[in-house]
């Protein structure tokens, strides 16, 4: 659809300001029509069912991968991101689709579940149904693979999609729609394209569901849009997530994730790493050893570079006051620091001695900036971990305790021993708690979260107590009473906590 373009605005290339290309700035009746429009498809879509649709993302999948490259150029023109980190990313929004598309109808296909001794006469099923028109707002810092997570798994669950792209990459996801209506041949995945208010029409437009992806603060903005009409929503925000180092853990590995985890992407990672607690055993050797991998990573506009510029400028003084306040505070800066912050680049940041309630600790920085405190115990990472408002993800390096520290940590999701190993697993669940947000995509329940549970019980043969009539008799009800009291009236025990170590 098309409309004249009355209002554009520039996507720029961050490492020098140019102009990549020109979109329009689709008004709030562009989007309630394109929306009608992907209602109109979804009916289509929804009828060619699990293995129809199977076959359609698959050769959707063939195209992009096909044209890798190309959309790895467009992603690296739009953040600034090296290109292999950028053909990465892609490589995992193939996979993450190969697996939407393979694992629907299984998930989501009827089923039959048992009735239960007291329902014995019934056939129950259970089914998901596609919702209609699934409108997704996605972020810039990985606008390839963020936005599969929900684009991919609402369209295997049968649903047409509205793509609003951030408007630092709206290449991408005008990309991302065309090449998906050239392989399938109808225009069941539409992108529209603006500001703020562009993404705030998306919610009010009569879309199924909102998917979306960015800060806590817009996700709360985004809430309160949908409330409007009751649009339900999948809040994936902000994080200040942490790694724990145990002092049997493997420190070349750790440090070595703990700086990727913190400086890839220029620490523009909702999951990336911000807070490090390292056990007072091996606290001096694990921060020698990564000061020396942040020294060696030097941000800048060469080809060879391996961090990019910070994508959204203004971001940039908000780093900046976080690494201020934080030396302020009587912190130090083993590496960069207040020099860090230029025009487009943010150079690794080490800083240690910080407080726990400085604003390098406590808000989400999204630079290439970490955090480094010393802990007497686990138990004391643990739980300074956990005294954060927000709660998307964790790391913990450990030989011995690596999978108890992990699930004691109050996170959607953590990796042991690895970095964001997480997302890269089809099968995992992807989201936090708390201000990180809620609801889920990726695995089988993303696949649930774009569809809505349908349950159907069939009379296979006449109750031998049919309660749900008027006829019933005291007789029945006191067979009912005995028979109910013989399943569930047993006393039981309740166990002693177990202690944690």
């Known amino acids: 659809m098309t409309e004249p373009r009355t209002q554009t605005f520039d996507s720029l290339d961050p490492r020098t300001g140019d102009v990549v ?4 700035i689709h008004s709030p009746e562009h989007v309630r029509a394109v929306v009608a429009s992907a209602r109109e498809q979804s009916d289509w879509w929804r ?6 649709r199977k076959q359609a993302l698959t050769t959707w999948k063939g195209v992009i991968t096909r044209r890798i490259n190309q959309l790895a150029q467009i992603v690296h023109d739009e953040t600034g991101k090296p290109h292999g980190d950028a053909l990465l990313e892609a490589s995992l929004g193939i996979d993450h689709l190969a697996y939407a598309a393979a694992h629907a109808k299984k998930v989501l296909g009827p089923r039959r579940v048992g009735a239960g001794l007291l329902m014995v006469n019934q056939a129950a099923t259970l089914r998901y149904h596609p919702l209609g028109v699934v409108g997704v707002i996605g972020p810039w810092n990985y606008p390839v693979f963020t936005p599969m997570g929900s684009i991919a798994y609402a369209l295997a669950a049968g649903n047409a999609v509205v793509f609003k792209p ?4 709206p290449g991408v996801g005008v990309w991302l729609a065309r090449t998906f209506e050239e392989a399938v041949g109808r225009p069941v995945l539409q992108t529209v394209t603006g500001l703020g208010e562009t993404g705030a029409a ?3 437009s009569g879309a199924d569901k909102i998917a979306f992806t960015g800060s806590t603060n817009t996700g709360k903005k985004v809430m309160a849009a949908c409330a409007q009409t009751l649009t339900p929503v999948v809040i994936e925000a902000g994080g200040k997530d942490a790694f724990l180092v145990d002092h049997d853990a493997d420190l070349d590995a750790a440090a070595d994730a703990a700086a990727w985890g913190a400086f890839a992407n220029a620490g523009q990672t909702c999951v990336g790493v911000e807070r490090v607690y390292v056990h007072k055993d091996v606290y001096q050797p694990f ?6 991998k942040a020294r060696e990573i030097t941000a800048n506009d060469a080809d060879d570079s391996k961090i990019g510029p910070i994508t959204m400028p203004g971001q940039l003084p908000i780093i900046a006051s976080h690494i201020e306040d934080a030396l302020a505070r009587g ?3 083993l590496v960069g620091g207040s020099g860090a912050v230029g025009e487009r680049w943010v150079q690794p940041t080490v800083l240690v001695d910080v407080p726990e309630d400085s604003l390098a600790v406590t808000e989400e920085t999204f630079g290439p900036t970490v955090t480094v405190a010393r802990v007497e115990s686990m138990d004391e990472a643990v739980d300074l971990a956990n005294a954060t408002r927000f709660g998307l993800a964790a790391t913990v390096f450990s030989k011995a305790r690596g999978m108890e520290l992990a699930d004691r940590i109050r996170s959607g999701m953590a990796a042991v021993n690895g970095i964001i190993t997480f997302a890269g697993v089809p099968n995992l669940p992807f989201g936090g708690v708390g201000e990180s947000g809620f609801g889920r995509i990726h695995g089988e329940d993303g696949l649930r979260e774009f569809s809505y549970a349908k349950s159907i019980a069939r ?7 049919n309660l749900t009539s008027f006829g019933r008799t005291a007789a029945q009800e006191g067979m009912f009473t005995q028979l109910m009291t013989l399943l569930h009236g047993r006393a039981g025990t309740i166990p002693k906590a177990k202690r944690r170590r």
């Open 21 to 24: 290309d020109t979109y329009p």
């Open 47 to 52: 009828d060619l069912g699990f293995d129809g």
């Open 166 to 169: 951030s408007e630092y990459t």
């Open 202 to 204: 998306l919610c009010t």
């Open 287 to 292: 921060v020698d050893k990564l000061t020396a």
């Open 331 to 333: 912190g130090r800066a």
């Open 459 to 465: 009379k296979r043969f006449d109750p031998p107590l």
